[in-house]
């Protein structure tokens, strides 16, 4: 096979001039880093909030969170990223679409990027936080109302304690799809790792070294984020369940 | 406020069925060897042979660290010139579509491997030592006892990710594969009306996914009661 390597290619001025082709690498790196954890500190609200929604005993409120989980678990991640990025300004009134059109490119692709992630994940969250309410014997929220708790303090004081040290290791796995997912939002051209990737592809003529290179950076990311959450949950472990001390 | 105007939805029905029949095709493929090559990989990571049990924890921890839009673009652009060079085929055989799926397959039987070993791990040890108590060599109590009881326990599992699957196949988007949404993008990208085909494409996805996982679910409760 008659292919020429060449990891120097990293360190030459890109075609524009204005940086190395490591730089363009660096510069997807941080944007994946911002896109995901800005993403991902929505998603965490947003899902606590709809996944206690669906533990509540009333029946509106838990039906509007269920009918919000089922529609962003069953549209694909990449339609719903069209939809938010060339759907969305359309639908909105016009003075705010055209508003929207006009700010800079670069941030309209990272709201639209954003917005879709952090929803599309608050979904999952959502499922883990209500699996995690529910694991809960009865006895506890019980409890806690037969103390003269309201049913909000019972949740603040009682169950929510319990369930978000509870729900630790299955979030992290949903932590580190966020990173992954990002890499879709390569498709409506922010330049986040994949897509400078490409780009580093066609510039350069050196496929494998850039493929490779993107893949590391992939990898890193992933045993880093292993590495702090294991961490983590070493920390937050309950005493007496399943994986406790 | 936008206007909506569906007319070009009904004239471009034949292509978009045409594109949901691929996506259809991708997705039981994906399936077919997800299962067959999940369960060998279960098996070597479960085997005691240990380069085997190495190699296939190597496999699904990398695939499942690498997100699929690089996987599929790792087999879109550079397995075909790989290929090529070395098989020495001519160029422009045009091996991207059948890499593009391949690398769809390899990629989702690391997810499939990681239900099958769980579920094969399900089945409690006893049954296993009274195969071989019984004279089964390894491979016989296997295939004989130990997966017919794990696979009936992972079917709702198995069935789940074919639909996380089906979703995911939207995603050959980047291999310029005309699957259902790449079809939908192209008319309403041809017609002007982008908003309309995006709109339809979701509901559509919203409605074949919905009502898939409701069965599943359905099955589920069926099953526990048995």
Same mark, same amino acid.
């Given at each position: 096979?008659?292919?020429?390597?060449?990891?120097?290619?990293?360190l030459?001025?890109?075609?524009?001039?204005?940086d190395?082709?490591?730089?363009?690498?660096?510069?997807?790196?941080?944007?994946t880093i911002?896109?995901?954890?800005?993403?991902?500190?929505?998603?965490l609200?947003v899902g606590?909030?709809?996944?206690?929604?669906?533990?509540?005993?009333?029946?509106g409120?838990?039906?509007?969170?269920?009918?919000y989980?089922?529609?962003?678990?069953?549209i694909?991640?990449?339609?719903?990223?069209?939809?938010?990025?060339?759907?969305?300004?359309?639908?909105?009134?016009?003075?705010?679409?055209?508003?929207?059109?006009?700010?800079?490119?670069?941030?309209?692709?990272?709201?639209?990027?954003?917005?879709?992630?952090?929803?599309?994940?608050?979904?999952?969250?959502?499922?883990?936080?209500?699996?995690?309410?529910?694991?809960?014997?009865?006895?506890?929220?019980?409890?806690?109302?037969?103390?003269?708790?309201t049913?909000?303090?019972?949740?603040?004081?009682?169950?929510l304690?319990m369930?978000?040290?509870?729900?630790?290791?299955?979030?992290?796995?949903?932590?580190?799809?966020?990173?992954?997912?990002?890499?879709?939002?390569s498709?409506?051209?922010?330049?986040?790792l994949?897509?400078?990737?490409?780009?580093?592809?066609?510039?350069?003529?050196?496929?494998?070294?850039?493929?490779?290179?993107?893949?590391?950076?992939?990898?890193?990311i992933?045993?880093?984020?292993m590495?702090?959450?294991?961490?983590?949950?070493?920390r937050?472990?309950?005493?007496?369940?399943?994986?406790?001390? | 406020?936008h206007?909506?105007?569906?007319?070009?939805?009904?004239?471009?029905?034949?292509?978009?069925w045409?594109?949901?029949?691929?996506?259809l095709?991708?997705?039981?493929?994906a399936?077919?060897?997800?299962?067959?090559?999940?369960?060998?990989?279960?098996?070597?990571?479960?085997?005691?042979?240990?380069?085997?049990?190495?190699?296939?924890?190597?496999?699904?921890?990398?695939?499942?660290?690498?997100? %699929? +839009?690089?996987?599929?673009?790792? $087999?879109?652009?550079?397995? &075909?010139? #790989? *290929?090529?060079?070395?098989l020495? @085929?001519?160029?422009?055989?045009?091996?991207?579509?059948?890499?593009?799926?391949?690398?769809?397959?390899?990629?989702?039987?690391?997810?499939?491997?990681?239900?099958i070993?769980?579920?094969?791990?399900?089945?409690?040890k006893?049954?296993?030592?009274?195969?071989?108590?019984?004279?089964?060599?390894?491979?016989?109590?296997?295939? %004989? +006892?130990?997966l017919?009881?794990a $696979?009936?326990?992972?079917? &709702?599992? #198995? *069935?789940?990710?074919?639909?996380? @699957?089906?979703?995911d196949?939207?995603?050959?988007?980047?291999?310029?594969?005309?699957?259902?949404?790449?079809?939908?993008?192209?008319?309403?990208?041809?017609?002007?009306?982008?908003?309309?085909?995006?709109?339809?494409?979701?509901?559509?996805?919203?409605?074949i996914?919905?009502?898939?996982?409701?069965?599943?679910?359905?099955?589920?409760?069926k099953?526990?009661?048995?």
């Amino acid at each position: 096979m008659a292919y020429n390597w060449n990891w120097d290619v990293f360190l030459q001025p890109t075609a524009t001039g204005d940086d190395t082709y490591l730089g363009w690498m660096f510069y997807g790196f941080k944007m994946t880093i911002a896109l995901s954890l800005s993403s991902w500190l929505i998603a965490l609200a947003v899902g606590a909030v709809v996944g206690v929604l669906r533990t509540v005993p009333n029946r509106g409120l838990s039906g509007l969170a269920t009918a919000y989980v089922e529609v962003f678990r069953n549209i694909p991640l990449l339609v719903q990223l069209f939809l938010w990025y060339f759907v969305m300004p359309e639908l909105l009134p016009l003075a705010w679409g055209d508003a929207l059109k006009q700010t800079n490119p670069i941030l309209q692709q990272f709201f639209a990027a954003m917005l879709c992630l952090a929803l599309f994940t608050s979904a999952r969250v959502a499922e883990q936080v209500r699996s995690g309410i529910n694991s809960l014997p009865p006895g506890q929220k019980n409890a806690g109302l037969a103390m003269g708790f309201t049913l909000p303090q019972t949740y603040r004081f009682v169950l929510l304690p319990m369930a978000v040290r509870l729900i630790v290791p299955p979030l992290t796995s949903e932590f580190l799809n966020i990173f992954k997912n990002s890499a879709v939002c390569s498709t409506i051209g922010l330049l986040e790792l994949a897509a400078q990737g490409r780009q580093l592809v066609d510039y350069t003529a050196q496929p494998y070294e850039s493929f490779i290179a993107v893949t590391l950076a992939y990898l890193l990311i992933n045993v880093v984020v292993m590495f702090g959450m294991r961490w983590l949950e070493e920390r937050v472990r309950v005493p007496g369940y399943i994986g406790g001390k | 406020m936008h206007e909506f105007d569906w007319s070009s939805i009904p004239g471009a029905w034949p292509f978009l069925w045409d594109g949901m029949v691929i996506s259809l095709q991708i997705t039981i493929t994906a399936i077919l060897v997800g299962i067959v090559w999940g369960t060998l990989l279960a098996l070597m990571r479960l085997s005691s042979i240990k380069p085997l049990a190495w190699f296939a924890a190597a496999y699904v921890n990398l695939f499942r660290a690498v997100p %699929l +839009v690089m996987v599929l673009l790792w $087999f879109f652009l550079i397995v &075909p010139t #790989l *290929l090529e060079s070395l098989l020495g @085929l001519p160029r422009g055989s045009d091996v991207r579509l059948a890499s593009a799926i391949t690398g769809f397959a390899l990629f989702e039987a690391a997810y499939y491997s990681e239900i099958i070993r769980a579920g094969i791990q399900s089945v409690s040890k006893g049954q296993m030592a009274a195969a071989s108590a019984l004279g089964m060599t390894y491979g016989q109590s296997m295939r %004989l +006892v130990v997966l017919p009881q794990a $696979f009936r326990n992972m079917i &709702p599992l #198995l *069935l789940t990710q074919g639909i996380i @699957l089906f979703q995911d196949t939207s995603l050959v988007y980047v291999s310029a594969l005309a699957d259902f949404f790449g079809a939908a993008y192209k008319v309403g990208d041809r017609d002007g009306r982008l908003v309309e085909l995006l709109l339809f494409a979701g509901a559509v996805y919203f409605v074949i996914c919905f009502s898939a996982s409701r069965i599943v679910r359905h099955y589920q409760n069926k099953m526990k009661v048995a």
